[in-house]
């Protein structure tokens, strides 16, 4: 059974930073490309950073030079270190892991907020 479990959501004001953390099980983790989404309610799922298996890295350009994507094939994570947050940032945010099907993580809220 595919598991993706997100953490390090929360309330934050502007200018603060977050780390967003996804644990993977029951996959092949390091031949999966794995990312991180985000959604606001009434608005499309959007691809914030992506990660290939080899560790290259793109990034949304509303995120790029702010925030950044790592993974560890050894504990089967993903993070996302995600500084310098604004209230554009707010939205839900999950991980995803994709090799021909997309395996989708339950969510974390990220609120930010003064």
């Known amino acids: 059974q595919v598991q993706l479990v997100e953490s390090g959501g929360g309330l ?3 200018g603060e930073s977050l780390r967003l953390s996804c644990a993977a099980s029951g996959i092949q983790f390091n031949s999966y490309t794995m990312g991180w989404f985000r959604q606001v309610p009434g608005t499309q799922r ?4 992506i990660i290939s298996r080899s560790g290259s890295t793109s990034y949304s350009g509303s995120v790029k030079g702010r925030f950044a994507i790592s993974r560890d094939n050894a504990k089967n994570t993903v993070s996302l270190q995600m500084n310098s947050l604004t209230p554009d940032d707010t939205a839900v945010y999950y991980c995803a892991a994709i090799y021909g099907t997309t395996y989708w993580g339950q969510g974390t809220q990220v609120t930010v907020s003064s």
Do not use: G
């Open 12 to 14: 934050v004001q502007p």
């Open 46 to 49: 959007e691809s914030v950073a």
